[in-house]
């Protein structure tokens, strides 16, 4: 199985912040990476696929890169709304795998 | 709009099983693979399977191979997922997702989820 770990666990930011979250694959995953954002008792949200496509509807302060094994889901500037759990999924093949996720809190 | 609605809450004993059902509308139910995950406390997010709804083909999760079975029903849209054995370990939100028109398996829509308490 692919397995798939974020950084950090959990993330204290201030709104207006630039906040970085990593995800890394333990064996090459091309590009077949998804970032979704989830809300407590709500479904995940799909932020971008194919490791940089920003899904339709979200908003453009979203941005994610990478490529291989390591990939990177960045929001340029935190809004209240943007406090929630990020998780990356791979799907370059079976078992499909999320990474443990990561939740970013008010500083 | 497309979207994917579950059944309700369901508490079950140890050993029992639970189905759960998620029925599609907005879009051709024949078109789109469905997945199912679930969020297990303290556990993240985790792949049960995919079904297709056209033929019926499915893909398990080794973990759940022995434990899981998905079917669909085309008269009304809906798949199902039963999951058999109950522990308290697979308490959890059981969620159903489609696949994203480009046909790659990321996911969305989502379902809203459906709360599966197993205790004795």
């Known amino acids: 199985d692919i397995q798939m770990t974020q950084s950090p666990s959990t993330l204290s930011a201030s709104v207006g912040d630039r906040v970085t979250i990593t995800c890394r694959a333990s064996?090459?995953?091309?590009?077949?990476l998804a970032w979704y954002q989830q809300k407590p008792g709500k479904a995940p949200k799909l932020l971008i696929y194919?490791?940089?496509s920003l899904e339709g509807g979200v908003p453009s302060r979203f941005s994610a890169s990478g490529s291989g094994t390591e990939f990177t889901l960045t929001i340029s500037s935190l809004q209240p709304d943007d406090f929630a759990t990020y998780y990356c999924?791979?799907?370059?093949?079976?078992?499909?795998?999320f990474g443990g996720g990561t939740k970013v809190e008010i500083k | 709009q497309v979207q994917l609605v579950q059944s309700g809450a369901e508490v079950k004993k140890p050993g029992a099983s639970v189905k759960v059902s998620c029925k599609a509308s907005?879009?051709?139910?024949?078109?789109?693979?469905i997945h199912w995950v679930r969020h297990v406390p303290g556990q993240g997010l985790e792949w049960l399977g995919i079904?297709?709804?056209?033929?019926?083909?499915?893909t398990y999760a080794q973990k759940f191979q022995d434990r899981v079975t998905m079917t669909r029903d085309t008269s009304t849209s809906t798949v199902y997922m039963q999951l058999r054995s109950l522990t308290s370990e697979d308490t959890g939100v059981y969620y159903c997702?489609?696949?994203?028109?480009?046909?790659?398996?990321?996911?969305?829509?989502w379902g809203q989820g459906t709360l599966v308490t197993v205790s004795s």
């Open positions: 997702a489609r696949i994203r028109p480009d046909y790659s398996n990321s996911f969305d829509p």
């Open positions: 907005g879009y051709s139910f024949s078109s789109f693979y």
């Open positions: 079904i297709h709804p056209t033929g019926g083909s499915t």
């Open positions: 064996q090459s995953i091309y590009t077949w």
């Open positions: 194919k490791a940089s």
């Open positions: 999924q791979q799907y370059d093949g079976y078992p499909l795998t």
